[in-house]
């Protein structure tokens, strides 16, 4: 035993409410992994609501994995100890089944660096029974599993919902490894790399109504992102349809969730904590969001906002979160002119931008975080120039009420290029070279630089070029995946190595009724919406906003 790990996974135990351990005897064991560390996983919504659901089931034990912090991966190398789940310290390698939650792409690095510490070898096809099952879900599995397949024996592909009580029927009621996938492969929403036809669909399987308990925090940690925050979702999808988003096309239709059922989860919560967030890509687009807001403040709760749209901004929505002390808020202007917003169709003008802005500020709010794009389709050096004006006039606006109010906020703008997203009207459309991406990023900095209370924040080319190749990559990236994630190479020399070409993958244009790697995927959305809507964004590069 290992007593600086047991230790540490203990002391994480001990200051958790909510936690679930049971005895492993006579169930089926799984091991529930976010391939990130704990303090990022434990924010996540949709891992903590299926670490509730396979619990709350008699003969099932589920216990959490996480990517070890620094000096625990340098402890587990040093000693040589297997990878060990957190209620328990039992060995990763020794449940039956090891189910990976995956949000973003760069996190399929950590689902290497995961198998590996675990034992557990890392392609599919050098497992055999003595191995846990390795299946993976989560949003990036229904937009592109391909360059990670080679390492999954199962894909679930769809809502986490929709998709448990099958496979949870499925892997206890069937014994047999190869009988368990092939069962699974004839289900709606299951791939199994192994079994699947070049020419067969796999349908995501997804809920058409949000009729079910809200995904949210029921294991309360200090040691999150979100500090002690009680997070719930409160709608999933977005009205907007930005031409770029995933979440927009992929959660079609737009659902949100009862606010007697929000509220019930919360009150239950209340005893544990006054702080609650509410997740979604869209917050203030749920139906009835001032009656929720509403109830959560007479429950005493301070209110917070995972990011507001422009077009859902006004004083009722504004002033709950503002009676709660809540003094930052994030929004997306995404780009600094009306002509390229509107070819992301996003209907907000500059005008309207600044009309709300004002509106946030004069309701006290003190910082504002703002989320922008460069590189994107269409993208003209003037909509560099934009951001710049763009960002400079918000500023102007929170140094007035600050100076009113004798303390002075911050504007914090997060800067991100362009990565084509599959399931989008944008997924035909190539990364910028970094070259250019370079050129805009650097413009930007120094614009930023040069503003007082200005804190920019930008994404790392590098990160972001390994990014896009595992959004839009085939089963061929598997091997650069996991060179990559062991350290022995990085993007362009593995890829090199590999015999494949980066910028065919990542930089070249392609057109509807190209084949893609992800076109397998059937997601229940008309392949005309998306090629229209590619038509659209093409036609409003050319007409003036």
Not at 218 to 228: A, F, G, Q, R
Request: charged share 25%.
């Amino acid at each position: 035993m290992n007593h600086f790990l047991v230790g540490r996974h203990k002391k994480r135990l001990a200051s958790e409410i909510g936690t679930i351990v049971k005895p492993h005897g006579g169930k089926l064991r799984v091991a529930l992994a976010y391939p990130n560390r704990y303090h990022v996983g434990m924010s996540n919504v949709g891992f903590q609501a299926v670490y509730k659901f396979w619990n709350e089931i008699p003969d099932i034990v589920c216990e959490r994995v996480f990517l070890p912090d620094a000096d625990e991966l340098e402890e587990y190398s040093r000693s040589r100890t297997p990878l060990l789940s957190l209620e328990t310290q039992s060995p990763v390698r020794d449940f039956d089944v090891l189910a990976f939650s995956i949000t973003f792409e760069p996190d399929e690095l950590n689902l290497v660096r995961i198998l590996d510490l675990a034992g557990v070898p890392a392609l599919a096809s050098e497992r055999d029974a003595r191995d846990p099952l390795v299946l993976a879900g989560g949003p990036i599995t229904f937009l592109n599993p391909e360059p990670m397949a080679p390492l999954l024996d199962l894909v679930a592909i769809g809502e986490a919902e929709a998709l448990l009580p099958t496979l949870t029927d499925v892997l206890r009621s069937v014994s047999n490894r190869a009988a368990k996938l092939e069962r699974l492969a004839e289900e709606e929403g299951f791939y199994v790399p192994s079994l699947r036809r070049a020419s067969t669909l796999v349908r995501a399987k997804m809920g058409k109504r949000a009729d079910f308990p809200p995904p949210a925090t029921y294991v309360l940690t200090p040691s999150t992102e979100m500090s002690n925050k009680f997070l719930v979702e409160v709608s999933r999808g977005c009205p907007t349809l930005c031409r770029f988003c995933w979440a927009g096309y992929n959660y079609l239709p737009k659902r949100s969730f009862e606010v007697e059922r929000i509220l019930d989860v919360a009150r239950r919560a209340r005893q544990h904590t006054d702080q609650i967030g509410l997740v979604s890509t869209a917050v203030g687009a749920h139906k009835e969001i001032v009656p929720l807001m509403e109830g959560l403040r007479e429950m005493g709760y301070r209110i917070s906002v995972s990011s507001l749209r422009f077009e859902d901004l006004r004083a009722e929505l504004l002033d709950p979160i503002s009676r709660s002390g809540e003094k930052t808020l994030a929004v997306a202007p995404e780009v600094g002119t009306d002509r390229l917003r509107f070819v992301i169709h996003k209907r907000v003008t500059n005008e309207q931008i600044l009309e709300k802005t004002e509106l946030i500020f004069g309701r006290g709010i003190e910082n504002l975080k703002l989320y922008l794009m460069v590189g994107l389709p269409t993208e003209r050096d003037e909509d560099i120039d934009g951001i710049i004006d763009l960002v400079g006039r918000i500023r102007e606006q929170l140094l007035a009420h600050g100076r009113k109010r004798g303390r002075v906020g911050r504007l914090i703008p997060s800067v991100n290029p362009f990565i084509p997203k599959p399931g989008t009207p944008f997924q035909w459309h190539g990364m910028e070279k970094p070259s250019l991406l370079a050129r805009k990023m650097q413009k930007l900095k120094k614009a930023f630089a040069r503003m007082p209370n200005v804190d920019a924040n930008f994404k790392s080319a590098r990160l972001e070029t390994l990014q896009a190749l595992l959004s839009v990559g085939d089963q061929r990236v598997a091997p650069v995946l996991i060179r990559i994630a062991r350290g022995e190479a990085d993007v362009k020399r593995a890829m090199k190595e590999a015999g494949l070409d980066l910028d065919a993958y990542i930089y070249s244009e392609r057109s509807p009724g190209d084949s893609l790697p992800w076109g397998y995927i059937d997601n229940g959305m008309k392949p005309e919406l998306l090629e229209s809507q590619y038509d659209k964004a093409r036609a409003a590069a050319l007409t003036p906003a």
